[in-house]
């Protein structure tokens, strides 16, 4: 079965810091792996998608299947940057499955 | 239109009242999904439907009965829930359902669902 792993419940950094959250996968099959944020009392939004390679926000995260990893990073945090961050397996097959996510916070 | 309305955004209602969240989409999109969501913890998949037929439930209790009207529009219909069902109710819709579309899920902004 696909399962998705966040190790980090809470990610503190100061404004300007490089950052980065784990993730890592589980599945037998080709990935799809997502990004998607929450800002508070907002819904949920796609951020990046492995496919895609491209940087949003400043923010990237490349897919290593060696490692089955999908970390995504940022090298200089801004405190708009303060959100929960899901990472997310789509299979095709039983819609999306979701890290337990990471609560990131930028400090001023 | 490029987003998934739901309604109501807030919702508190006792165990024994009969209620419906509702969930709009106008992208064309053929697959929509009900999502529960607790305090601090990730989405959890509870129906999806797929060309306006259920094809997965999540071992939903029957307190919770969802409805596919037409291709756009995606119910809940709520019954005799119990307090720990008190969440935050996500809609979500993709192009395709079960085609791992490259993540083109959209989700709602949520009812906030309230037992007492």
């Known amino acids: 079965a696909q399962r998705v792993t966040q190790p980090e419940k809470l990610l503190s950094v100061f404004k300007g810091a490089p950052v980065e959250l784990k993730c890592n996968y589980s599945y037998s099959g080709s990935p799809e792996l997502f990004w998607y944020v929450q800002y508070s009392r907002q819904r949920l939004q796609l951020l990046l998608r492995?496919?895609s390679r491209e940087s949003i926000k400043g923010f990237t995260a490349d897919l290593n299947k060696g490692e089955t990893s999908f970390h995504l990073k940022k090298p200089f945090a801004q405190e708009e940057d303060s959100a929960m961050y899901y990472c997310v397996l789509d299979t095709g097959r039983r819609a999306l499955t979701f890290g337990s996510g990471t609560r990131l916070q930028v400090q001023p | 239109d490029t987003e998934v309305t739901q309604t109501p955004k807030h919702l508190v209602m006792g165990m024994t009242n009969k209620k419906s969240l509702k969930c709009e989409q106008h992208?064309?999109?053929?697959?929509m999904y009900w999502y529960k969501q607790k305090a601090k913890k990730p989405p959890e998949l509870m129906f999806v439907?797929?060309?306006?037929?259920?094809?997965i439930n999540e071992s939903v209790p029957s307190r919770f009965s969802p409805e596919c009207p037409n291709s756009s529009l995606l119910n809940l219909h709520l019954h005799a829930l119990q307090p720990e069902d008190s969440a935050l109710y996500l809609c979500?819709?993709?192009?395709?359902?079960?085609?791992?579309?490259?993540?083109?899920?959209?989700f709602g902004s949520g009812t906030r669902l309230t037992v007492v």
């Open positions: 439907y797929s060309y306006e037929k259920l094809s």
């Open positions: 992208m064309g999109h053929r697959a």
């Open positions: 492995h496919i």
């Open positions: 979500a819709s993709s192009p395709q359902g079960g085609q791992g579309h490259w993540g083109g899920y959209t």
